[in-house]
């Protein structure tokens, strides 16, 4: 193979919002362009391979076990966001746009002011211009979409609430206004807001490694299609809400939140408070999906009608007001093209990317996230990738479970699925044959750990693909209307990372029981049971001797936000880094207490803790001694001194950034569908999804996590879909009978199974789930539907309207 | 949610007067379609809020299933589709209500929800649905859906408003040849459920020849005629909690494999349960088979006027005529 010369657009991290920032860490994207810029670190020289862990038969990791929080979160016992109520508290509903652009020209509130139980409004006038929810106007005075918040009221109730909207009294002049990204991208377009030069916002991304031209020459087979995928919404089952209260200059806010701490520190900057006198807590988060991510404008509403009232305030947005007001998984249109030689090894690679932003997402670097998998997943000597943004008059473009990758992932693995066939190869060798193994090409770092080739062999073989796939000359070869195919794919994701901040703190108290303390949502994956776990194995306590904290900026360390499917990675690998330095301090306390019990010195290093208990390794005749012992032993040895010591364990850990690899999850996905070739109708019946995690930490939840990423996955590729009405603008799919989200009576049987390549920089190894999940499915069920009807379907979802018009074409 | 009054009825009569003495009344029942509806601030200038919700599960004795062999069948309006589709009675004589009654909803949404309320159920028109659009049905003076987003939207007669019907049960009591009894300011009345349901035409603003002031109390449907099957299918999007894409019922008498008499009435197509006379006319005295259903099937869809994005409910719509009618001979 050539040296390919690279070249990636940097990012301008000075033009981003904090949020944008965020992102470009979560997804890898800032250690890219750090290593591009920089160069490969030199003074710490990689390892050709990762170390290998220890694969110690570990006590508490790898067992299975549910979440420590199940118990009250079903028996309701938990405080969610929407269970916060405070005495005198005011309820706040919001008027919405009904235009998709235009400017106000009026606006008349004093007869919902004069309404009784009505005690505060605010509408744009009331708000600073530089006020805005990341890009968002906090209340709208050029609503670019439909749905952008006009005026907000605080009331006694919420029915008094919206009685007072419908007595506000607004004027808009109409503006010309953009819902399709390649219509909007095109000069002369109108612009989606007035003071854009261009819809088209900010260079393209783009990716350049060696020459596409003469790669595309040299292929002896080339494939390409057009895909184009739909906004989708997230649907977390508790609505966007926040409760704010004012105690003198301290703003506390009660949200449904993935990130407390940038929720607090952008509300205090934005109000020009201190950081430190605004707490954020969300003990609870009931799902979040990305959405939950960044500060919105109801989180300020909320703060600042509790401030305009001197009340505490309420606004639990309806599921309208999600779908108007969140950021959601955007439209993509991408045309894509493979060159391979004719024994499968790909060549060339040319992709490009258009994204709908919406009106307040900026850049194309939601472009460039769907391509990162292609740049990635294969060995392809020459690609030329590009990328770009459309503003439109549409709700915003956001993370939403992969934010683009999923998109990206599924027009990639359709193309493989079209190239197998016209080289005659199975899809599964296709895919062996071209896996890269060694790492990023552009930023030349390898890979913590690479289990691809494993996901895929050990995957065929568990779901039987040599027998249930029976060669290209069996498409579509099923009698009756009910037609039943397989499909397969494979994936590459930058999610599950471990990227900063990454902190813990873990003390052990008095009474020997252990508490971790840290700032991550508990949001389903679930959390805090992860970290219990990770830090009773790191001390060698007993699960039982645990308790994790709930997110809350008054108590808890920032240690980033739980998206990204970066939780287990990331903050796992900080609160084992916490507990190995508290660990450090309970053996120094207790070889204080066995040198003074023993009347000899004992070092730290002779010791053994396991179950809670620890053991002198040199001397199995000392009984051992439990944490508490330890910790009220008096004296710590420092130094090889004794000195007295303090009677609770703080072990803390801020942990660095990774600099020396480059972080992938990977994972096959093997589906098995039945399409019905009279009405349209497809029924997944078997999935089977094998992921690389680096290590198994709980095989319940990481089931769970699965079979939860697969149902959402299926319904981006069959039902779901956000629908605009092109002639107004107006969302038409926006209540959840339209907005079709998948039943458990369309859930199949659903296997999940681990492949552990040990990570070497994840927690025992480890890496994140969540999102692979979700993207693991979309293409294996298009490349399935593909094996059973011999229809080829490249836009989503794909529901009965396009398998009857595929069919017939 | 806005506010509204809220009256509990305790007889037919004081409802229909409560009715009658408030311009913009409605009565609740299970609430599931009536209370979104206000939840969504739906009006327009023909169709304005709701502001007065007359309770009517206070009445007495409205939730019931009756069978005699000579009566036939007869549902309290009130009575929950989970207690028709789980009535021995029911799923014996008329196994296509028995199936249409537990195809709506969810489990928890059919245990409050009446079969009155489902019959009068407004239609799912994402446009109608959608406070920000002044169509027909509220009053103005434009169906978006026929230059706009119509995936779902009616294949036969649609005119000026392209709802389609969204009942299960509405199809199967019309296949069953059933009566709806109804209570007005001047009594007690009969309206066969093939006369009950109207076209945009006729009055765009509503679905049923009901007025304002009149009530639907009880179902009847006649004992069924000796070798009478009957069958309900629908096909929709997710395994369940879906409005039909296309749904049918059947109801025929059927010797030796010959249809004798019978009506196929589609849901999900038109702005009112379809009965396909066409399909009934090309059935009758035939022995059936694949392609005598087929023929049913294609002399009503010949009359099928798609729109841009819906053609393919014509191919649903053909192939589930000729599934229903040959099921009943299997």
């Known amino acids: 193979m050539p040296a390919a010369k690279s070249y990636v657009t940097p990012l301008d991290y000075e033009k981003m919002t904090p949020e944008e920032r965020e992102w470009a860490v979560l997804t890898g994207r800032a250690d890219l362009d750090r290593a591009m810029k920089e160069g490969t670190p030199r003074s710490t020289t990689p390892p050709a391979s990762p170390p290998a862990q220890p694969s110690a038969d570990y006590a508490v990791v790898g067992k299975p076990q549910k979440d420590l929080e199940g118990y009250r979160i079903v028996t309701g016992k938990s405080t969610f966001t929407v269970d916060v109520y405070l005495p005198d508290m005011l309820y706040v509903r919001v008027l919405r746009s009904p235009l998709p652009h235009a400017k106000i020209t009026s606006i008349d509130t004093s007869k919902a002011a004069a309404l009784p139980g009505v005690y505060g409004i605010i509408t744009y006038k009331d708000i600073p211009a530089q006020v805005l929810a990341g890009l968002k106007p906090v209340m709208a005075s050029e609503p670019a979409l439909v749905g952008d918040p006009i005026a907000a009221v605080a009331a006694v109730d919420e029915t008094v609430a919206e009685d007072a909207l419908n007595l506000i009294n607004v004027q808009y002049q109409q503006l010309p206004f953009i819902v399709d990204p390649i219509a909007g991208a095109k000069s002369g377009a109108p612009l989606a807001l007035s003071n854009l030069q261009s819809n088209v916002s900010g260079p393209d991304f783009k990716v350049v490694r060696g020459d596409v031209n003469q790669g595309f020459a040299s292929a002896d087979v080339t494939v390409e299609h057009t895909v184009n995928t739909q906004d989708q919404q997230h649907v977390a089952l508790e609505p966007h809400i926040a409760v704010a209260r004012w105690d003198n200059d301290v703003l506390t806010m009660w949200t449904s939140s993935q990130y407390t701490h940038a929720i607090a520190r952008i509300v205090a900057a934005t109000l020009g408070m201190p950081y430190s006198k605004v707490r954020v807590i969300s003990a609870f988060t009931g799902g979040g999906f990305g959405d939950k991510t960044a500060v919105y404008p109801y989180h300020l509403v909320a703060a600042l009608l509790a401030k305009k009232t001197m009340r505490p305030v309420r606004y639990e947005l309806t599921r309208l007001d999600v779908f108007y007001e969140g950021s959601h998984h955007f439209q993509v249109v991408q045309d894509i093209k493979l060159g391979f030689k004719k024994d499968g090894t790909l060549v060339a690679l040319q992709a490009d990317s258009t994204a709908r932003l919406g009106a307040y997402s900026r850049g194309s670097g939601l472009a460039g996230d769907t391509l990162s998998g292609a740049r990635l997943e294969y060995n392809i000597p020459n690609i030329l990738l590009n990328g770009r943004g459309v503003i439109t008059n549409t709700s915003s473009a956001g993370a939403r479970r992969s934010v683009g990758e999923a998109s990206g992932m599924f027009a990639l693995e359709t193309l493989m699925d079209v190239a197998a066939e016209k080289l005659g190869m199975d899809p599964v060798d296709l895919r062996l044959k071209n896996i890269n193994e060694t790492g990023d090409p552009e930023s030349k770092l390898p890979w913590t750990s690479n289990g691809l080739r494993d996901c895929i062999t050990n995957g065929a073989s568990a779901f039987n693909w040599k027998s249930r796939w029976q060669g290209w000359a069996n498409v579509n070869k099923g009698a009756g209307p009910l037609k039943t195919g397989v499909g397969f794919m494979a994936l590459a994701s930058n999610k599950g990372s471990k990227s900063p901040p990454m902190t813990a703190v873990v003390e052990i108290n008095v009474d020997g029981s252990v508490r971790v303390v840290q700032g991550a949502a508990h949001i389903g994956g679930p959390q805090r049971t992860t970290f219990a776990i990770i830090a009773a194995e790191t001390l060698g306590a007993n699960l039982d001797q645990l308790s994790v904290s709930e997110p809350d900026t008054a108590f808890t360390t920032d240690t980033g936000i739980v998206a990204g499917s970066r939780a287990t990675k990331s903050v796992g690998s900080a609160v084992k880094a916490a507990a190995e330095d508290a660990r450090a301090q309970l053996l120094g306390y207790a070889a204080a207490k066995f040198s003074k019990d023993l009347s000899r010195t004992v070092n730290p290093q002779d010791l053994a803790v396991t179950n809670g208990q620890i053991s002198l390794q040199t001397d199995s005749s000392v009984k051992p001694i439990t944490f508490a012992d330890a910790v009220n032993s008096g004296f710590i040895i420092v130094d090889g001194q004794q000195v007295p010591a303090a009677a609770t364990i703080i072990g803390r850990a801020v942990v660095p950034p990774v600099t020396q690899y480059a972080q992938q999850t990977y994972a096959a996905a093997f589906y098995e569908v039945q399409v019905n070739v009279q009405t349209g109708v497809v029924r997944v019946t078997d999935a089977m999804q094998i992921h690389d995690v680096g290590k198994v930490i709980n095989p319940l939840q990481l089931t769970n996590q699965v079979h939860g990423g697969s149902v959402q996955g299926t319904g981006f590729a069959l039902t779901e879909d956000y629908i605009y009405d092109t002639a107004t603008g107006i969302p038409v799919s926006s209540n959840l009978d339209d907005y079709k989200m998948l039943m458990i009576n369309d859930v199949p049987k659903i296997t999940a199974l681990f492949v552990e390549s040990n990570d070497a920089v994840g927690p025992f190894g480890a890496k994140g789930i969540g999102e692979p999940a979700f993207m693991a499915a979309a293409a294996a069920i298009s490349n399935a539907i593909y094996y059973a009807a011999g229809i080829r379907l490249t836009s989503l979802p794909m529901n009965p309207k396009r398998v009857l018009e595929a069919l017939k074409a | ?330």
């Open chain 2, 1 to 330: 949610m806005r506010s509204f009054k809220y009256y509990t009825a305790t007889s037919w009569e004081d409802a229909v007067a409560t009715l009658g003495k408030y311009k913009n009344a409605q009565i609740v029942a299970g609430g599931s379609d009536v209370l979104g509806w206000i939840k969504d601030e739906l009006t327009g200038p023909g169709a304005p809020l709701a502001d007065v919700l007359i309770d009517i599960r206070t009445i007495p004795n409205t939730s019931y299933i009756n069978y005699d062999a000579t009566a036939g069948l007869k549902l309290g309006a009130l009575t929950t589709l989970t207690t028709v589709a789980e009535s021995s009675d029911v799923q014996k004589n008329y196994p296509g209500l028995a199936t249409a009654a537990v195809s709506p909803a969810s489990p928890s949404i059919r245990n409050v929800g009446t079969i009155g309320g489902n019959i009068m159920q407004r239609p799912r028109c994402w446009y109608l649905r959608g406070a920000n659009f002044p169509c027909y049905k509220k009053g103005g003076d434009f169906c978006f859906s026929v230059t706009g987003e119509n995936q779902y939207h009616a294949i036969l007669q649609g005119e000026l408003c392209y709802i389609v019907h969204p009942s299960d049960t509405a199809p199967a009591l019309i296949s069953l040849n059933a009566t709806a009894n109804v209570m007005g300011p001047n009594g007690a009345k009969q309206i066969p459920f093939d006369q009950f349901f109207i076209g945009p035409r006729t009055n765009v603003l509503k679905e049923t020849v009901l007025e304002h002031n009149e009530i639907l109390t009880e179902i009847v449907v006649p004992p069924p005629a000796a070798n009478t099957k009957s069958v309900f299918m629908k096909v929709t999007q997710r395994g369940v909690y879906d409005f039909a894409l296309v749904s049918i019922a059947v109801a025929a008498q059927i010797v030796n494999g010959v249809w004798q008499d019978g009506r196929v009435v589609l849901g999900g197509v038109a702005p009112t349960p379809y009965r396909a006379t066409d399909a009934e006319a090309a059935l009758k005295g035939k022995k059936i088979d694949a392609n005598v259903a087929l023929q049913a099937a294609q002399d009503t869809l010949v009359k099928a006027r798609p729109m841009s994005q819906n053609a393919y409910k014509v191919d649903i719509a053909k192939n589930i005529i000729v599934q229903a009618v040959t099921s009943l001979v299997s």
